[in-house]
Nanobody, 129 residues
Framework: EVHLVESGGGLVQAGGSLKLSCTAT????????IGWFRQAPGKEREGVSC????????YYADFVKGRFTISSDDVKNTVELQMDRLTPEDTAVYYC??????????????????????WGQGTQVTVSS
């Protein structure tokens, strides 16, 4: 089982930025697609972004395109999510996911968990207006 540790959440004003990090102790952490998901109070969990470091290829939900950037560092064994131009609608608990299912075809992007996806504990992101 992969142990994931997220960090970087916090409180920020609208228009501000935060960077989330996801680190794993497993040495081949980046061999699978790593996704970021979020869940706001009263809402379903949704896929935000994903990276296939073996290609490399990145994926973004439409609601974060142009604002969020995902990247990986195979030396640090880390995946980061740079979040810019945050809005109150971005307020949620953000989760890192190992072995997510990510694809993009004909303009459609899908970022979903698999039954075998491993999750981090989550980090709270709060954006004030």
């Amino acid at each position: 089982e992969v142990h994931l540790v997220e960090s970087g959440g916090g409180l920020v004003q609208a228009g501000g930025s935060l960077k989330l990090s996801c680190t794993a102790t497993q040495f081949d952490f980046l061999r699978k697609d790593i996704g970021w998901f979020r869940q706001a109070p009263g809402k379903e969990r949704e896929g935000v972004s994903c990276i296939d470091s073996t290609v490399p290829k990145t994926y973004y939900a439409d609601f974060v395109k142009g604002r969020f950037t995902i990247s990986s560092d195979d030396v640090k064994n880390t995946v980061e999510l740079q979040m810019d131009r945050l809005t109150p609608e971005d307020t949620a608990v953000y989760y890192c996911a190992f072995d997510a299912w990510c694809w993009s075809l004909w303009g459609e992007t899908q970022i979903s968990p698999k039954p075998e996806t491993s999750w981090g504990q989550g980090t709270q992101v709060t954006v004030s207006s």
